[in-house]
Nanobody, 120 residues
Framework: QVQLVESGGGLVQPGGSLRLSCAAS????????MGWYRQAPGKQRELVAS???????NYADSVKGRFTISRDNAKNTMYLQMNSLKPEDTAVYYC??????????????WGKGTLVTVSS
């Protein structure tokens, strides 16, 4: 059984920083593309940033220059460094990954989410 667990969310003032982590565990052979998504109240879930197994990154226009996605393949962990946070960044942030196990190729997994609140 594969699990994705996010951590690092919380309350931060506008202009502040947070670092989210996503740890994958279980019967993992390898992990393909990983990504962070977010869902604000009353809005659809949207892609924030993604990173391939080779380290190629992609960002939503709204976070370019403020957020940095990275991963540690040896630890099966992904990170999201969020700087210059704005109230509109408030959302539940979800980890997503395409994971190869002995049974399945590139099975899509989601974490349960971590809440980020940007408010003074």
């Amino acid at each position: 059984q594969v699990q994705l667990v996010e951590s690092g969310g919380g309350l931060v003032q506008p202009g502040g920083s947070l670092r989210l982590s996503c740890a994958a565990s279980g019967s993992i052979c390898s992990i393909n593309t990983m990504g962070w998504y977010r869902q604000a109240p009353g809005k659809q879930r949207e892609l924030v940033a993604s990173i391939t197994s080779g380290g190629r990154t992609n960002y939503a226009d709204s976070v370019k220059g403020r957020f940095t996605i990275s991963r540690d393949n040896a630890k099966n962990t992904m990170y999201l460094q969020m700087n210059s946070l704005k109230p509109e960044d408030t959302a539940v942030y979800y980890c997503n990954a395409g994971i190869n196990t002995r049974e399945y190729v590139n099975m899509n997994y989601w974490g349960k989410g971590t809440l980020v609140t940007v408010s003074s």
